[in-house]
């Protein structure tokens, strides 16, 4: 959370579009991995998104209502999928929860990992792409061959961003790759997160 602490005060810098992109992308990266792996996460401190000090547009709660305005939906989607799927909340306090399928890829700063519910075939894949270049078919190892949805993208035009991912869906190839007996060759989006579901 300190980059984007850090970021958003940075002075001079609010009025560009391409910063106040990065802002927003640093934001939306931010909140992910910590609604993610056990324990249970709280997502963000109010006080440190507000309109004083000359914050970017992205950063306002013009409405004094306790969210970000310019990401309202954003807010709410990531808090439904909690509700949603067990792989989030069945097992958040234990390890069996939770299995890395890949960290080490400190060049391109990518992670994947997977959340896993009480049954173990029922399971999300998240990858975190920490860049602002996009990754096209990128390769990933996935827990079962199969079609996986993306249930998520931080990138989707909903939450203002460019549309850049799998269009609704991955076909897994049954080749394992990073320990995994599938592999899955994703689009991730820049500064952005995408969560998979198998069919």
């Known amino acids: ?17 391409s910063n106040r992109w990065c802002l927003a992308g640093f934001a939306l ?18 006080d440190l998104f507000s309109v004083t000090g000359g914050q970017p547009n992205a950063w306002a709660d013009f409405d004094n209502d306790g ?4 990401f309202v939906g954003f807010r709410g989607r990531p808090n ?69 949805r993306e249930i998520f993208n931080s990138d989707a035009e909903m939450f203002g961003g460019g549309n850049i991912g799998n269009s609704g869906c991955l076909q897994s190839e049954n080749v394992g790759s990073h320990g995994q007996p599938a592999r899955g060759r994703v689009t991730l ?3 952005g997160v995408v969560i998979l579901k198998p069919e």
């Open 1 to 17: 959370m300190l980059p984007v602490w850090f970021l958003s005060r940075r002075s001079g810098q609010s009025s560009s579009p």
């Open 29 to 46: 990266l931010a909140l992910a991995p910590p609604a993610a792996p056990p324990p249970t996460f709280e997502l963000v401190q109010p």
């Open 67 to 70: 969210d970000l305005d310019e």
């Open 80 to 148: 439904r999928l909690y509700r949603q799927e067990p792989a989030l909340y069945q097992v958040d306090d234990e390890f069996r929860g939770f299995e890395w399928i890949d960290f080490r890829d400190a060049e391109a700063s990518v992670i994947c990992f997977a959340r896993f519910a009480q049954n173990r075939e029922d399971f999300l894949v998240f990858c975190c792409n920490f860049t602002p270049v996009p990754r096209e078919r990128y390769q990933i190892g996935l827990p079962r061959h199969g079609r996986y």
């Open 189 to 191: 989006p820049p500064l």
